[in-house]
């Protein structure tokens, strides 16, 4: 049974109680007489009111058009009532035939009757345009949560996007500089590249993952980087075992990795050791990208560029404020940190 069928049921018996009472205690009616009538009055009023369906279907409550409104239910309601008064008088007559002091009540209270039908057929009216009004608002609410939906998916997937051609551009660049310097290491970034976008797209859909399948990611991707600067950079990772089933955004730390990488190792003479950790702090997962500089300072120590705000712009979206991005530069070393609200498998 729907909420809607539920509701009309409990005004229903709501209005035959209060008719009951009214007519036991003010009419003088007996409890049974005052029950059968109440409830033959209340079901046949119901019938003539719901008959008139299509007119709350199209009849709309609108202050603009309210005289309008008024109007026509005041109409309707003297049409119904009048139906209603006969309707009741040729069943009650019938059912308390034998019982001339319930004859002659009914008789004499016609015109009470046709007012109070007026009265139950306005609070009918009025309770169905409440139950409209209210699941309109639920459906409204839910759409109103389904497009937010929609826009946040959109907006995920346009910021997702950004991600693969900035580091796909890079990689392509170096292997074109590459193919006359040394053709044969070319030909491996190329191979280790379409794996890397072959495996995206398998997982384009994901919007979540574990932290070990992005771990899987980071490794493919700095496969590929490794070719390009060999023995000039070295990877550490240091994950913590509770943490490689908490869900993280797809690809959200590889933007984090070539900052370090664009920063740290590219501008380097010397070996850049990059470092990636993860932690739990209470109910939030830390992610922190360490890296050794050499002199000291990055050229952009804040790290503002286009992946960083990548990552900002989908933490911001999936999370709302409750990750957060860090930045430290201390002792030679260059520190981005990503906290995130722990969502486990």
């Known amino acids: 049974m729907t909420k ?90 019938q059912v308390f035939i034998d019982d001339p002091v319930y004859q002659n009540f009914f008789k004499t209270n016609l015109v009470t009757r046709f007012f109070f039908g007026l009265i139950l057929y306005f609070t009918f009216t009025a309770f169905i ?10 459906e409204s609410i839910k759409n109103e949560e389904s497009l937010k939906r929609q826009l946040l998916e959109a907006e995920l997937n346009v910021l997702k996007l950004q991600v693969n051609p900035h580091f796909i ?19 491996v970034m190329t191979e280790k590249l379409a794996k890397f976008i072959r495996i995206s797209l398998e997982n384009k859909e994901l919007t979540l993952i574990p932290l070990c399948d992005e771990i899987e990611n980071i490794k493919r991707y700095l496969d590929i980087e490794q070719v390009r600067f060999e023995e000039k950079m070295e990877v550490v990772f240091s994950i913590e075992e509770e943490t490689k089933h908490i869900k993280v955004p797809s690809f959200i730390i590889i933007p984090v990795i070539e900052n370090a990488i664009k920063h740290g190792v590219q501008p380097a003479m010397n070996e850049v050791i990059i470092t990636i950790s ?51 530069n201390y002792d030679n070393l260059f520190s981005l940190s990503l906290v995130i609200p722990l969502e486990r498998e």
Request: charged share 10%.
């Open 4 to 93: 809607k069928a539920i509701n009309i049921i409990i005004l229903l018996s709501t209005l035959v109680g209060v008719s009951t009472i009214y007519f036991h205690y003010s009419a003088g009616l007996t409890v049974y007489q005052a029950i059968i009538d109440s409830t033959i009055s209340t079901m046949l009023l119901t019938g003539f009111s719901t008959g008139l369906l299509q007119l709350y279907r199209f009849v709309h409550f609108e202050l603009d058009g309210l005289l309008k409104f008024i109007v026509i239910h005041l109409m309707a309601g003297i049409i119904v009532s009048i139906f209603w008064v006969n309707a009741t008088q040729l069943v009650l007559v």
């Open 129 to 138: 345009y409440l139950i409209q009004a209210y699941f309109k608002n639920i």
């Open 169 to 187: 551009f890079n990689t392509l660049n170096s292997i074109s500089s590459l193919t006359q310097i040394d053709p044969t290491l070319s030909t």
């Open 278 to 328: 993860t932690s739990l702090e209470r109910e939030y997962l830390q992610i922190a990208v360490t890296n050794t500089l050499e002199n000291g300072n990055p050229k952009n120590p804040i790290g503002l560029g286009v992946g960083i705000n990548n990552v900002k712009e989908r933490l911001k979206l999936h999370y709302d404020k409750s990750a957060t991005v860090s930045i430290r």
